[in-house]
């Protein structure tokens, strides 16, 4: 593999949880569930929700940028461009990644949302990375952010049990020590679309009476056959950037999933060949926060971070989407 000669590294992380948490008990007084079924199935126990009904994503975005500005020691004037992997933004536009603009006072940069699922951070994080290995920007605000809350339907017991809110933010800037975002590998497959949408509110079924009544406003999964898609393609893409990057198991310091159902981690953590001790794990506090899940684990494990370690971040969502990333790790504070 022929790598940039400029690279894009991590330099600070940031995120953002609201306090309200929706336990799983709380979830068995409104579908027909229970604790056990929904721990043994997908790892999650509980998740936070957004409750304030004028807050949105971009609200948790901005908290997550702000965090991830002060910890790079960067202002929000230094920011040329700010990046969003939403599939809840505020409006269908303007983009999400304009009202955080404002709300952080980014002035000089430029913004625009990806719409990848829960493979949207990923995604965008490899586009932040290609416009500073491009030498056009110096600084680029990636975020993943996502209310879930404002499209599950609390109805359905397929989808409500597994997702959360909330966001987290990095700050990419130019690495010249070898360190930094190294390789991604990225895949869609439009065909299975139907798998995993939401179909109301797009120029196809634009938001009417109708569309309501027929709940199109909210997610629709085919569970199992996602599972079974998901399972195969982020072992897939983390097998094939190892490889394309001669890394072993023991050169791996850390696995960073998307935290979809542990049982699709623990897939991919073994086709890499890696213990459970060198993966990132938060899903039974947050579930699934969609394109928030891989920063929020950096930002929970950023201090057993060291520099040089190498990280293989691996995301699957709707699409479907999925892909891989590998970075040596520059020691973002
Ligand atoms: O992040 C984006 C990508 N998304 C994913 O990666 C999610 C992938 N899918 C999954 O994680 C799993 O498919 C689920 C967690 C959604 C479901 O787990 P599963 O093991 O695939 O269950 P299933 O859909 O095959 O359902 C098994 C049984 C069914 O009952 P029968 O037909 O066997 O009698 C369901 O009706 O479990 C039932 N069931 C439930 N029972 C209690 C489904 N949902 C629930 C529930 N509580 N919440």
Redesign the pocket.
């Known amino acids: 593999m022929s790598h940039p000669s400029i690279l894009a590294k991590i330099t600070g992380i940031g995120h953002f949880l609201p306090n309200d948490v929706l336990t799983n008990a709380d ?1 068995e007084k409104l ?4 604790d056990e ?2 721990r043994t ?2 790892g999650i126990s509980e998740r936070r929700i957004l409750k304030d009904p004028d807050k949105a994503t971009s609200f948790m975005a901005s908290e997550a940028a702000r965090e991830a500005l002060q910890s790079a020691g960067r202002q929000a004037s230094d920011v040329d461009a700010i990046i969003v992997a939403t599939v809840t933004p505020d409006f269908m536009f303007p983009a999400t990644a304009c009202l955080v603009q404002k709300e952080i006072g980014a002035d000089k940069a430029f913004g625009y949302d990806i719409s990848a ?2 493979s949207g951070f990923l995604f965008a994080l490899s586009t932040g990375a290609s416009l500073i290995e491009a030498g056009r920007q110096k600084c680029v605000l990636v975020i993943g952010a996502d209310k879930m809350s404002a499209i599950v339907d609390y109805t359905d ?6 997702f959360g809110d909330g966001a987290g933010a990095v700050v990419l800037e130019p690495s010249s020590d070898g360190t930094g975002l190294i390789d991604f590998v990225q895949r869609s497959e439009g065909d299975t679309d139907h798998l ?1 949408i939401q179909e109301g509110g797009g120029s196809c079924h634009p938001a009417s009476l109708s569309t309501v009544e027929q709940r199109k406003h909210y997610i629709r ?1 085919e ?5 079974k ?2 399972t195969e393609g982020m072992a897939d893409v983390s097998a094939e950037i190892m490889r394309r990057n001669n890394l072993s198991a023991e050169d791996v310091a850390w696995l960073v999933p ?4 542990l ?2 981690i623990d897939a991919t953590a073994n086709r890499m060949g890696l213990s459970s001790e060198k993966v990132m794990i938060n899903i039974s506090h947050y579930g ?1 926060t ?1 394109a928030a ?1 891989i920063p929020l684990c950096l930002y929970d494990w950023k201090d057993k971070l060291k520099k040089g370690d190498n990280l293989v971040l691996a ?4 699409g ?1 989407t999925w892909g891989a990333a590998y970075l040596k790790w520059g020691g973002a504070k």
């Open positions: 979830l579908v027909e569930t229970n079924w929904i199935r997908t699922a829960c017991r397929n989808t409500c049990i597994l995993l999964q569970g199992r056959a996602v599972f898609k998901a998307h935290q979809a159902n049982r699709i699934n969609t899940t995301a699957f969502g709707g479907l």
